[in-house]
């Protein structure tokens, strides 16, 4: 997976007991200032970003992006690994009708 990126970069914290998902850091390449975090968040059922609240900060339009690429690679493995341990639900077996 991809963590690096022109000015940001994506650091995975060690596992918490208590969490069964994910937690990566977003740091500044440049300064190594924190820019906040993404985490999974359950009620919405997806990763999402969470921006410090003490922070002042700016985002550009790519570095948005960069952060919205992130989330979109860490919810295609989050699938792909349900679907692998869930076995494809899908397939359709010899002889046998959808509907």
């Not at 977003?26 to 970003?49: E, H, M, T």
């Not at 989330?71 to 010899?94: A, H, P, S, Y």
Request: aromatic residues 12%; contains cysteine.
């Amino acid at each position: 997976m991809k963590t690096e990126y022109k000015n940001i970069c994506f650091e995975e914290k060690g596992s918490v007991s208590s969490r069964k998902t994910k937690l990566f850091l977003i740091k500044n390449k440049n300064s190594n200032d924190s820019l906040g975090v993404i985490a999974w968040y359950a009620p919405w059922r997806q990763y999402c970003f969470s921006p410090p609240t003490h922070a002042d900060l700016v985002f550009s339009v790519s570095c948005l992006a960069d952060i919205q690429d992130f989330i979109n690679t860490l919810m295609f493995e989050r699938r792909n690994k349900k679907e692998e341990k869930d076995g494809n639900q899908w397939e359709v077996k010899e002889n046998e009708t959808i509907g």
